[in-house]
């Protein structure tokens, strides 16, 4: 049974830095990719980054690269997203999420997903 249990979320003032994590269990995640998508109260889930598990290659929403970081340790089967420079717009309810294949960016893409952890940004 696959399981994603993602955790790190919480409160942090605008400017500051958050680390989310994303364990992975019940498979092996060579072939897959692993996505992060956030959703805002009333907005649709949006895209934020994604990482190949194999190979390492990222690919990030235009609107946040610089400021947000994905990342993957194999030997642990967890993926990261290191947020920087965090901005009020930026509070959501955090998601990760597994795709058998290539990076994708849509959400109907993706096979696999956590529970959520919601980061809020306080100015």
């Known amino acids: 049974q696959v399981q994603l249990v993602e955790s790190g979320g919480g409160l942090v003032q605008a400017g500051g830095s958050l680390r989310l994590s994303c364990a992975a269990s019940?498979?092996?995640?060579?072939?897959?990719?692993m996505g992060w998508f956030r959703q805002a109260p009333g907005k649709e889930r949006e895209f934020v980054a994604a990482?190949?598990?194999?190979?390492?290659?990222?690919y990030y929403a235009d609107s946040l690269k610089g400021r947000f970081t994905i990342s993957r340790d194999n030997a642990k089967n967890t993926v990261y997203l290191q947020m920087n420079s965090l901005k009020p717009e930026d509070t959501a309810v955090y998601y990760c999420?597994?795709?058998?294949?290539?990076?994708?960016?849509?959400?109907?893409?993706?096979?696999?997903w956590g529970q959520g952890t919601h980061v809020t940004v306080s100015s």
């Open positions: 999420a597994a795709s058998l294949g290539p990076i994708r960016q849509a959400a109907r893409e993706y096979d696999y």
């Open positions: 019940g498979r092996a995640f060579s072939s897959y990719s």
């Open positions: 990482i190949r598990w194999s190979g390492g290659r990222t």
